[in-house]
Every structure is written in C-alpha cells, then in structure tokens.
C-alpha cells in the first residue's frame, strides 16, 4: 500500500508562471489535506478537500491559489502568477475519515520561485 | 485563540539517554493531538495519535501523554540513537475543526 504520493518533489518556476502540485492519497482515503511549510515556520493548514467537494478553504490565500479533488485522479493545488513569497514547501495529508482520523504526509514538493 | 508550543526549541543528547519533548497548548477543547518526526527536506511520519479521551499511547521506544486539563503532552523517547535526531512536531485537532494546527517543533540531535 503506497503512502501519499506527491509529485513533482522539487518545483522551480520563474515569478508569473503557474505552478500545478499534485497528490494522490492513500489507499482507501478519501480526505485530502494540503498544508504550507514556509523557511524556518511551521507547518499552516490551508484546504480541507474530498472528492469533488472543498470543505474548509479557511487557510487559503484568497488570491492565486486554487485547489480541486476530481472524482478521478490527484488532488491538485494549482497557484497562479508565482511569486517569490510562494516558495515554500508544501504538503499533502490524507485520511480515512475527518480530521479525527490519523492524517499520513507525503513527501511534499518543495516550491522555489526565481 | 489556539497556540501550540514546544519548549525546547531545540535539543542535544548523548546517545543512549532517554528524554521528554514537550508540547503545550492553549485551549483544550481538542478532538486528538498526534505526534510527527520530519527529517530534513523529507515529509512528516506519524508517530503516535492520542484521542482526547486517551491519556497515552505506547510505541516501541516511545511513549506519549495528554494531559488536557492542563493542556500539555510530552513525547519520552527511551535510548535515544542517532537515528531518532529529526525534527518533533506535534499537532491537534481543535473541537469542531478537521485540520491540524502544529506546534514549533523541537530539533533534536543524538550525538553517536
């Protein structure tokens, strides 16, 4: 049974680009998470998705950033016109149930904008 | 508002020691607080999961406790070894929410 998938590990786009951020969750999960590592700051929560439904966007910047769980395929978080401050590393979490459940991470995609 | 701390920030022992990280937190009302390694530039593992109605869960070396009433939990890992030297984060589940909030972190170094 395959962890959480994350791809690609290292992202680099150059400010005003996109950037696509993929994840496939566990096996058997239906709950995905994605959270923000800035340098040096803890990890922040950002949205709360399952399939095709967004539950909690309350940690998403209002701007530029987008995420979707189709009923086929990855969650993606998608951020529009990068820049610099977007560089972070990202994460992806799933789980079984709600946030009560145990939440296992990917391996993150580390996003740096030049 | 919730705050989750961890004191220290950062920690060196010997190897073979046994230590306690600490995690507080500011307001009890949480569903399930649940413990992580990070190892640098990689993601987080999961260690344990203690639900709020739990005092402590036991894995191998480690053990960890939740005492809500005053808002703390402490991860005691017993013979520390080089290879548990990663960053420790803990982080809850708030009543009524669905996400993780996490604490600060504590690095920790095993030194051989």
């Known amino acids: 049974n395959a962890g959480v998938m994350q791809n690609p590990r290292h992202l680099v786009r150059r400010r005003g680009q996109e950037a696509r951020l993929r994840c496939s969750p566990m096996k058997g999960h239906s709950h995905v998470y994605w959270y923000r590592q800035l340098p040096e700051e803890g990890l922040k929560f950002m949205v709360y998705l399952q399939k095709e439904n967004i539950i909690d966007e309350s940690g998403m910047p209002k701007e530029r950033f987008s995420a979707e769980f189709p009923k086929e395929g990855p969650s993606i978080l998608r951020i529009q016109q990068v820049v610099r401050g977007d560089s972070a590393a990202y994460f992806c979490?799933?789980?079984?149930?709600?946030?009560?459940?145990?939440?296992?991470f990917g391996q993150g995609t580390r996003l740096t904008v030049v | 508002k919730q705050e989750v701390t961890q004191i220290p920030a950062a920690l060196s022992v010997p190897e073979g020691e046994n230590l306690v990280l600490n995690c507080s937190f500011t307001d009890s009302a949480i569903y399930n607080l649940q413990w992580f390694r990070q190892d640098p530039g990689k993601g987080l593992t999961s260690l344990l999961l203690?639900?709020?109605?739990?005092r402590e869960q036991t894995s191998g070396r480690l053990n960890a406790s939740l005492d809500k009433s005053s808002g703390r939990s402490t991860l005691y890992i017993a013979a520390s070894q080089p290879g548990d030297s990663a960053t420790y984060l803990c982080a809850l589940v708030e009543t009524g929410a669905n996400n993780l909030f996490f604490g600060t972190g504590t690095r920790l170094t095993v030194i051989p």
């Open positions: 979490a799933s789980s079984q149930g709600q946030g009560r459940t145990e939440a296992f």
């Open positions: 203690i639900q709020s109605s739990q």
